[in-house]
């Protein structure tokens, strides 16, 4: 069919609908009536005013309007957070209220109907998943145990750099580099062994599309009874293409270790990893909790899909801030380096004396989370904040984005200063409301301290073996530092830089 007549089959239902959807709007406004409202147009409501970023764009619209505003998103009443105070509202003081998440085309289909860690609705499946998950991969103690696993990989990771910059003009892609990096060092933890390098570039490129779909307006999210839309456009065929990559993919790692135990292999469980312990949990009927094949995929797809974004876009946007900032990356090298002591690689145990790195890496996440726009939250009943009456079903979007760069918190919010957190005690864990790129209360990212392992160790030796500086021709001058469009905020261009190997002895 053609775009013309798409156009006209949709204006046409258009205005059938507008005099209903006024009517429907006019009763959710009296309901939340005290509430800050931006005026939109017909039908579409707010959505225009998105923009391709829309963390950016919402961030000029509170200037306006106000930290707390009730945009309308097609048929859905949301409300945007992007101060300090209000977050800690809805994260902390009405936090179970507002502890549910709502559902949308792609999570629904991505997450096998929101049976996963990120996107289930609050309630005991979500727990009893993020307990198997806590305890088996993400928690601290896990953590730890994969400290081997981290310097393996970063170690193979200097020599392919120093490898490759000796043979290609000097010059290196520390984007996609890093981005092999984070894939390799979950898929060892997670599959129990390496993939092939056809693979992971397979699980980097679904990693992205991932992304890119979250960030898509599809019609029936909008306005549920226009999934024909979705469907006539082929937008809803091509998600269904790339979760079926997805599936396929999931369902070959999970048969491979199927067969793997039924050739007896790793039969007396010194060498189990994460996939292993999910069947196990599968089979053990002592729970009451029942593991199905769907649960074990839908949790997959969050270790994949957010464990690498979250590490990758940190140390990618780490490498792009220091390169702008030689003062900065000058510092924290000599710092890692007096620390290194003439070692060839830092040691997990040496990263807490690294106060500067740590000033560094937080500084990274306040100007670039990244999520930029947290997990959408709904509230599962009505209550009232701040004098406003918020109803049941709301939801709610926080723009850690611009409260990361809110000048009534922050002295120069948009300067790269990682001083500010010197002699600071304010963190990223969930406590200091102003700093929440891995969001805080109940849906905390669970994933936090497996990300910021991976970023600690990587970033501190890169600065460590390496002296880094842009190709010839580019100044810093020049240099993007725009966001991709997505859930994630990936810098927009590739990171390309020079490597110079350091005699540290």
Not at 257 to 279: A, E, M, V, Y
Not at 450 to 472: G, Y
Request: with cysteine.
């Amino acid at each position: 069919m053609s775009p013309s007549l798409v156009l006209v089959a949709f204006f046409l239902f258009a205005i059938s609908f507008l005099l209903a959807e006024r009517g429907r709007r006019r009763a959710i406004s009296n309901k939340i009536a005290l509430l800050p409202s931006l005026p939109g147009l017909p039908l579409i409501g707010n959505i225009h005013e998105l923009g391709s970023l829309p963390h950016q764009s919402l961030r000029e619209l509170s200037k306006k309007h106000g930290s707390l505003m009730l945009l309308h998103l097609g048929s859905i009443p949301t409300l945007v957070v992007s101060s300090a105070e209000l977050a800690q509202e809805f994260m902390r003081t009405h936090d179970m209220v507002f502890a549910s998440r709502p559902s949308s085309k792609v999570s629904k289909l991505l997450s096998y109907n929101n049976i996963d860690i990120a996107f289930s609705p609050y309630g005991d499946c979500w727990r009893q998943l993020r307990r198997i998950s806590v305890n088996n991969l993400l928690g601290q103690k896990m953590v730890q145990s994969f400290s081997i696993v981290r310097s393996e990989e970063v170690a193979q990771l200097l020599e392919r750099i120093a490898d490759q910059a000796s043979s290609d003009n000097g010059v290196v892609c520390i984007t996609e580099m890093l981005n092999s990096l984070v894939s390799n060092i979950l898929c060892r933890v997670v599959l129990g062994s390496s993939m092939s390098d056809e693979r992971t570039s397979l699980v980097c490129e679904l990693v992205k599309r991932n992304s890119t779909f979250f960030s898509v307006m599809f019609f029936e999210d909008l306005f549920p009874k226009l999934r024909w839309l979705d469907v006539l456009l082929g937008s809803e065929a091509k998600l269904r293409t790339h979760f079926n990559t997805w599936d396929s993919l999931l369902e070959e790692f999970i048969e491979n270790h199927l067969n793997r135990c039924k050739d007896g292999g790793d039969s007396n469980g010194t060498n189990t990893d994460f996939i292993d312990i999910l069947l196990q949990l599968q089979r053990d009927s002592n729970t009451d909790f029942v593991l199905t094949r769907n649960h074990i995929k839908a949790i997959l797809m969050d270790m994949f899909a957010a464990g690498t974004d979250t590490s990758f876009i940190t140390l990618d946007w780490s490498m792009a801030e220091l390169i702008r900032n030689p003062e900065v990356m000058k510092k924290v090298q000599d710092e890692v380096r007096e620390i290194a002591n003439g070692d060839e690689m830092i040691t997990e145990e040496r990263l807490g004396q690294l106060k500067y790195l740590n000033a560094v890496i937080k500084e990274v996440l306040r100007l670039h989370p990244p999520v930029p726009l947290l997990l959408p939250r709904v509230s599962t009943e009505a209550c009232q904040m701040q004098g406003y009456n918020i109803p049941k079903e709301t939801r709610v979007i926080i723009n850690a984005w611009a409260i990361g760069r809110d000048g009534a918190y922050w002295d120069s919010p948009d300067e790269f200063k990682p001083e500010r957190f010197l002699d600071s005690t304010i963190d990223y864990r969930g406590k200091d409301f102003h700093l929440i790129p891995f969001g805080a209360g109940r849906r905390i990212c669970p994933g936090m301290p497996f990300a910021v392992a991976v970023v600690e160790l990587t970033l501190a030796n890169l600065l460590l073996r390496f002296n880094w500086t842009l190709p010839s021709g580019i100044s810093k001058e020049v240099m993007k530092m725009e966001d991709s469009p997505g859930l994630g905020s990936l810098r927009k261009q590739k990171l390309e830089l020079v490597p110079t190997l350091v005699n540290i002895k």
